[in-house]
């Protein structure tokens, strides 16, 4: 079986015009001559000729490892791919990195309700946790890496998925490539920027506006804090630990029983957050920020917006990106 797999990765090398080349199998490195770089650089920096990244195309870029033998713990086609490192390869071929593992994977992105609502390039997760992922290529099949012995092929969607996440939004995203390849939108390390989604083209858009529906505040205020804090990054963190989406200190995460890295989660603390601000200090907008930057205790200490060059610049630039939110029609 093995010496069967060697012969179809030779074959797959050969078909795309690849040289044999040697490469580690260690998760965080790569060779440049392996056959990984070299698919690299053939589909390009984006893994597209259009430079924009569809579902249909995530699809079409995980078509391109059909027959990579599974290897546990594998990130490198030119030796073998396990589940998680499938999904993270395809992603990564257009721009959008992803975390190492299936648990990791099965928390970013946008959360899909059932199986009847995916979407062609969705990440389809089992197990609990999660413990098993693949990437959803419609009509109930998926491409995945299944287990020791077998190859990256299509398979049916065998049972229910423990969750299932979208990374693609609905619309085209703009072009990953270059540097935006590393500060993209969603999700980890990669995909912020311009992308669209159902409400005036605002990542998580849905989250903010359940978010303030709940707690009784602006859409668009938790929209601007994310957008400035992260860009929309869930998995950021700062030089100063802070996580996630909304960027939350551990501690504060702690006090509010919320998983930062977790976009709804931290969505829902950082409206109760924000609320409890406003009240905290008579409705002001402007101290409600300055307190979520650099602590209610600061604001208290110097009686307003403390005197810290972050923070100095912190409110203004929320207060910017809600007046670009709302001329988008995004409330």
């Given at each position: ?58 699809v079409a870029t995980a078509r391109k490892y059909l027959g990579i033998p599974y290897v546990y713990g594998g990130t490198n086609p030119a030796t ?252």
């Amino acid at each position: 079986m093995i010496a069967d797999c060697a012969a179809r990765v030779q074959e797959i090398r050969v078909r795309l015009g690849f040289e044999v080349a040697t490469a580690s199998t260690s998760a965080t490195t790569a060779s440049a001559t392996s056959f990984a770089s070299s698919l690299e650089g053939a589909l390009g920096t984006t893994g597209t000729a259009a430079g924009s990244t569809t579902g249909s195309t995530v699809v079409a870029t995980a078509r391109k490892y059909l027959g990579i033998p599974y290897v546990y713990g594998g990130t490198n086609p030119a030796t073998g791919l396990d589940c998680s490192g499938l999904t993270q390869r395809v992603y990564k071929d257009l721009g959008i990195n992803l975390p190492r593992t299936a648990a990791q994977q099965s928390k970013v992105g946008q959360p899909v309700a059932s199986l009847s609502q995916a979407k062609p390039g969705d990440l389809v997760c089992f197990g609990s946790p999660v413990n098993h992922i693949g990437i959803y290529i419609g009509d109930g099949k998926m491409i995945v890496a299944p287990h020791t012995g077998d190859v990256v092929k299509v398979q049916k969607v065998y049972k229910t998925p423990s969750t299932i996440r979208r990374i693609i939004p609905d619309s085209s995203v703009a072009t990953l490539g270059g540097s935006a390849a590393s500060s993209a939108l969603l999700r980890p390390a990669s995909l912020r920027g311009t992308d669209s989604t159902s409400s005036a083209g605002v990542p998580y858009a849905g989250l903010f506006q359940s978010a303030a529906a709940k707690y009784g505040i602006s859409a668009t205020l938790l929209a601007a804090v994310a957008k400035v804090e992260s860009n929309y990054n869930p998995t950021a963190v700062s030089k100063a630990g802070a996580k996630g989406l909304m960027q939350i200190m551990p501690g504060t995460a702690k006090g509010l029983g919320v998983d930062p890295l977790n976009p709804a989660q931290a969505v829902d603390g950082a409206a109760r957050l924000l609320v409890s601000n406003l009240k905290q200090f008579n409705g002001s907008l402007s101290l409600a920020l300055a307190a979520y930057n650099a602590g209610a205790g600061a604001v208290k200490k110097y009686g307003g917006i403390p005197p810290y060059a972050e923070t100095q610049a912190y409110v203004p630039k929320v207060k910017a990106a809600m007046a670009q939110l709302e001329a988008r029609g995004f409330k």
